[in-house]
């Protein structure tokens, strides 16, 4: 089996910073397309950040310049620093990940989220 297990969310202050970890355990052969979404009170679950393998990223409007989601392969491990925190970014943060088990496809995984929260 393979799990997602995201960490790092907690309360931070308005223009702080926070990190997101996303670790891919069980029998994880190779992690493929790595993201970050987020859910708002209210809102629909939406992107916020995807990097391939060779490390390309893509960016939501919103957080661009301000986020940078890197990966560490060897530890299969996917990261979001997120700076400059707004009032627009207080959410659950998901990782997905498309990833192939030893002896099994490559399949969408999901973690159970993080929760971010910022104070003025």
């Known amino acids: 089996q393979v799990q997602l297990l995201e960490s790092g969310g907690g309360l931070a202050q308005e223009g702080g910073s926070l990190e997101l970890s996303c670790v891919a355990s069980?029998?994880?052969?190779?992690?493929?397309?790595m993201s970050w979404y987020r859910q708002g009170p209210g809102q629909q679950r939406e992107l916020v950040a995807a990097?391939?393998?060779?490390?390309?990223?893509n960016y939501a409007n919103s957080v661009r310049g301000r986020f940078t989601i890197s990966r560490d392969n060897a530890r299969n491990t996917t990261y979001l620093q997120m700076r400059a925190l707004t009032t627009e970014d207080p959410a659950v943060y998901y990782c997905?990940?498309?990833?192939?088990?030893?002896?099994?496809?490559?399949?969408?995984?999901w973690g159970r989220g993080t929760q971010v929260t910022v104070s003025l």
């Open positions: 997905r990940g498309e990833i192939a088990p030893r002896m099994g496809p490559m399949l969408d995984y």
């Open positions: 990097i391939n393998p060779n490390g390309r990223t």
């Open positions: 069980g029998s994880v052969y190779a992690m493929n397309a």
